[in-house]
T-cell receptor, first 110, second 116 residues
Framework: GQNIDQPTEMTATEGAIVQINCTYQTSGFNGLFWYQQHAGEAPTFLSYNVLDGLEEKGRFSSFLSRSKGYSYLLLKELQMKDSASYLCAFLSYNTDKLIFGTGTRLQVFP | DTAVSQTPKYLVTQMGNDKSIKCEQNLGHDTMYWYKQDSKKFLKIMFSYNNKELIINETVPNRFSPKSPDKAHLNLHINSLELGDSAVYFC???????????????FGEGSRLTVL
């Protein structure tokens, strides 16, 4: 079957670093996405990994290990505006089906 | 100049009614989607159309009927609304994701449906 798991909530302090983990199980895998969703708004794309390793994009980095079915999103120099839900999603092989996790709600405190 | 726009943004209606949500994208994408996000914030795919052709149809009650008059539009019609249909419905579009490109989903702002 297909399954994706991430923590429900996390808290962190402004200026700190936080790592949001995501594990997935699927028989066919064609890439992993991270989306950010502020309360009451639409999800917006953050990153895409299809090969193992770390992809860095400014303050945000995303890591993928296909053999372990594992990804993480690393947020550095946290800002108050980073308070949002972070959705992990994998692309089911050979389809346009993006399977989302339940999201991790991150709260950044001063 | 909104890329993916959906209307209405808010919809409050009685149980048993029929309602529609419209979606339009001006990104030139081939694929459009409807996602449902429930009160627990779980985002789940309902339908996907590629060039007006239905390609993903998850286990959704047949009270939900999508229609794609052209590849820039994907509407969602819901018959005999039930309390459990209350959710935020997101329209999205993308280039074909299955080719393994770095394509991403572009979401509309969501339509919050409340069934009383």
């Amino acid at each position: 079957g297909q399954n994706i798991d991430q923590p429900t909530e996390m808290t962190a302090t402004e200026g700190a670093i936080v790592q949001i983990n995501c594990t997935y199980q699927t028989s066919g895998f064609n890439g992993l996405f991270w989306y950010q969703q502020h309360a009451g708004e639409a999800p917006t794309f953050l990153s895409y990994n299809v090969l193992d390793g770390l992809e860095e994009k400014g303050r945000f980095s995303s890591f993928l290990s296909r053999s372990k079915g594992y990804s993480y999103l690393l947020l550095k120099e946290l800002q108050m505006k980073d308070s949002a839900s972070y959705l992990c999603a994998f692309l089911s092989y050979n389809t346009d089906k993006l399977i989302f996790g339940t999201g991790t709600r991150l709260q950044v405190f001063p | 100049d909104t890329a993916v726009s959906q209307t209405p943004k808010y919809l409050v209606t009685q149980m048993g009614n029929d309602k529609s949500i419209k979606c339009e994208q001006n990104l030139g994408h081939d694929t459009m989607y409807w996602y449902k996000q429930d009160s627990k914030k779980f985002l789940k795919i309902m339908f996907s159309y590629n060039n007006k052709e239905l390609i993903i149809n998850e286990t959704v009650p047949n009270r939900f009927s999508p229609k794609s008059p052209d590849k820039a539009h994907l509407n969602l019609h819901i018959n005999s609304l039930e309390l459990g249909d209350s959710a935020v419905y997101f329209c999205a579009s993308s280039q074909e994701l299955r080719t393994g490109t770095t394509g991403e989903l572009f979401f509309g702002e969501g339509s919050r449906l409340t069934v009383l």
